[in-house]
Nanobody, 126 residues
Framework: QVDLVESGGGLVQAGASLRLSCRVSGVPFRSVALGWFRQAPGKEREFVAVSAHYGGVSWYHDSVKGRFTISRDNAKETLNLQMTNLKPEDTALYYC???????????????????WGQGTQVTVSS
């Protein structure tokens, strides 16, 4: 059974940093594509960042480029998302995801995802 368990969310002020983590179990960690998506109230779930299972390749949504960094800790089988210079518009429920397909143009959607975590809330106050 595949299990994705997120942690690290919270309430911060604009400009602060947070680190999200996702403990992955039930799959060969180094062989799967993993990513982070988020969903704000009243909005559709959107792609934030994806880490390929090969070559250290990653993709980012334009809105987080230069501020967020996705990384893998293979020893701990954990996917991380380091978020800096947070903005109120980053407020959302953040989901860890195991992807089943890649988006050729880098514009990932929920249709690329096979399994979701339960989500962790990030709230950024102005």
């Amino acid at each position: 059974q595949v299990d994705l368990v997120e942690s690290g969310g919270g309430l911060v002020q604009a400009g602060a940093s947070l680190r999200l983590s996702c403990r992955v179990s039930g799959v060969p960690f180094r062989s799967v594509a993993l990513g982070w998506f988020r969903q704000a109230p009243g909005k559709e779930r959107e792609f934030v960042a994806v880490s390929a299972h090969y070559g250290g390749v990653s993709w980012y949504h334009d809105s987080v480029k230069g501020r967020f960094t996705i990384s893998r800790d293979n020893a701990k089988e954990t996917l991380n998302l380091q978020m800096t210079n947070l903005k109120p518009e980053d407020t959302a429920l953040y989901y860890c995801a195991k992807l089943s397909t890649y988006a050729e143009d880098g514009n990932f959607t929920p249709s690329n995802v096979r399994i979701w975590g339960q989500g962790t809330q990030v709230t950024v106050s102005s």
